[in-house]
């Protein structure tokens, strides 16, 4: 069974930081593409940031020059470093990689289960 684990999510105030991680684990080929998304109450999901495997980056307007996205490909791991963290940025905070793994044997999208992170003004 595939697994997209994430931590790092919680209650911070207006202006601090915080940094969620996501680790693939479990039957795992390759990693292609790496991304966060979020989706807050009442509202679609939303990309956040992505990274390929070459290490390219593309990111939402509204996160440019506050959020930084890396990864590890020795621990398949994928970070978001949230800097000057604002209250619109409250929402579950989701990871999403393009795996592939023994079970399918091709590029897949995989979800993890979601982090929450809260920014009190």
């Known amino acids: 069974q595939v697994q997209l684990v994430e931590s790092g999510g919680g209650l911070v105030q207006a202006g601090e930081s915080l940094r969620l991680s996501c680790t693939a684990s479990r039957n795992i080929f390759s990693i292609n593409t790496m991304g966060w998304y979020r989706q807050a109450p009442g509202k679609q999901r939303e990309l956040v940031a992505t990274?390929?495997?070459?290490?390219?980056?593309n990111y939402a307007n509204s996160v440019k020059g506050r959020f930084t996205i890396s990864r590890d490909g020795a621990n398949n791991t994928m970070y978001l470093q949230m800097n000057s963290l604002k209250p619109e940025d409250s929402a579950v905070y989701y990871c999403?990689?393009?795996?592939?793994?023994?079970?399918?044997?091709?590029?897949?999208?995989?979800w993890g289960q979601g982090t929450q992170v809260t920014v009190s003004s």
């Open positions: 999403k990689a393009d795996l592939v793994t023994t079970v399918r044997p091709y590029n897949y999208p995989y």
């Open positions: 990274i390929t495997s070459g290490g390219s980056t």
